[in-house]
């Protein structure tokens, strides 16, 4: 069954505005991961939250989890055009080879 | 150097042929997956490999048959095409079922 589910579903914001995504999910989890998909591309890695990690950076980007509400959120900074894409977050199990599970996305338009 | 690398890119087809997407990845890793994604975006795991070894299997038609030949390589064929079958399917790779997946640019298929 999913796991993940990302809100809002669609985020249009002018170009130097934060964007704010969040990931709410049912289960326990090893670790949750953000990905981002460029139109007609895969998606591509762009940061992994431990379950016992609270917040963690990286560039432009922060994610916080917060495992007693099973959410967790990804802040993009001073957007840019560049940053137009669907964003998902997945959830890793604690259990061995259990796959991650995909949330629906939030479609962000950046407008210039 | 292309990490995870699948072709072809388009597949255009008729119903009722039978078709294969190859996937190889250059990584190392240890686990390969098969996903597919439908219009409006779901991200559904099919199948998914460790070391050549079927470790997930979903709810997918025996219709489909993954094959690992080799740590490397992750293909997929598709027996008997449906109109339902039309959506991109995108192979990954990781080093662990909870690690970050990296993934190919997707192989859309459309079924005439």
């Known amino acids: 069954s999913q796991q993940g589910e990302e809100d809002p579903q669609a985020l249009s914001i002018q170009e130097g505005e934060n964007a704010t995504m969040n990931c709410s999910y049912k289960?326990?989890?090893?670790?949750l991961q953000w990905y981002r998909q460029n139109s007609g591309r895969g998606l591509v890695h762009l940061i992994l939250?431990?379950?016992?990690?609270r917040e963690k950076h990286s560039g432009r980007l922060r994610v916080t989890l917060d495992t007693s509400k099973k959410s967790s959120s990804l802040l993009i900074t001073a957007s840019r055009a560049a940053d137009t894409a669907s964003y998902f977050c997945?959830?890793?199990?604690?259990?061995?080879?259990?796959?991650?599970?995909f949330g629906k996305g939030t479609r962000l338009s950046v407008i210039a | 150097d292309t990490a995870v690398s699948q072709t072809p890119k388009y597949l255009v087809t008729q119903m009722g042929n039978d078709k294969s997407i190859k996937c190889e990845q250059n990584?190392?890793?240890?686990?390969m997956y098969w996903y597919k994604q439908d219009s409006k975006k779901f991200l559904k795991i099919m199948f998914s490999?460790?070391?050549?070894?079927?470790?997930i299997n979903e709810t997918v038609p025996n219709r489909f048959s993954p094959k690992s030949p080799d740590k490397a390589h992750l293909n997929l064929h598709i027996n008997s095409l449906e109109l339902g079958d039309s959506a991109v399917y995108f192979c990954?790779?990781?080093?662990?079922?909870?690690?970050?997946?990296?993934f190919g640019d997707g192989t859309r298929l459309s079924i005439l």
């Open positions: 990954a790779s990781s080093h662990a079922s909870n690690q970050p997946q990296h």
């Open positions: 289960t326990s989890i090893n670790n």
């Open positions: 939250i431990r379950s016992n990690e």
């Open positions: 997945a959830t890793a199990a604690n259990s061995g080879n259990t796959p991650l599970v």
């Open positions: 990584l190392g890793h240890d686990t």
């Open positions: 490999y460790n070391n050549k070894e079927l470790i």
